[in-house]
């Protein structure tokens, strides 16, 4: 379902589904969970707005599409893969500068929450 979040004061429009028993909210590339039991909320590490220089599965799903190889150049909010979870698409994107050092994941792959799928070599500048 398409849900209205409001992050920082500013509004935006989000994918969110209900799945044994988590809240599952993706918004621009970003994965939070909410259990529904306890209510206590944390963040998947799946996108732009940390310093993580690994792009890991928000969720469990299917690789669909890689968007950029070993070497390549990227930034920050880049998308550099893309997967399907739950019968929506996902777009995960990176949260450094850097360069693409290894792609652990082939389209088609079936990936469980958590697996680190790209690793970012972080840009020397920073």
Aim: aromatic share 2%.
């Amino acid at each position: 379902m398409e849900v209205k979040v409001r992050i920082d004061g500013v509004d935006h429009k989000a994918q969110a589904q209900l799945m044994k028993g988590t809240l599952w909210v993706h918004v621009n590339g970003r994965t939070f969970t909410m259990d529904s039991g306890t209510g206590q909320k944390s963040r998947k590490k799946a996108g732009a707005g940390g310093s993580s220089d690994t792009v890991s599965a928000p969720m469990p799903g299917k690789v669909t599409k890689l968007l950029v190889q070993s070497g390549t150049a990227v930034k920050v909010g880049q998308a550099v893969l893309v997967m399907e979870a739950m019968k929506m698409e996902y777009t995960l994107k990176c949260e450094i500068d850097g360069t693409i050092d290894s792609i652990s994941c082939a389209v088609g792959d079936q990936v469980a929450l958590g697996k680190a799928l790209v690793k970012i070599k972080p840009s020397a500048e920073k």
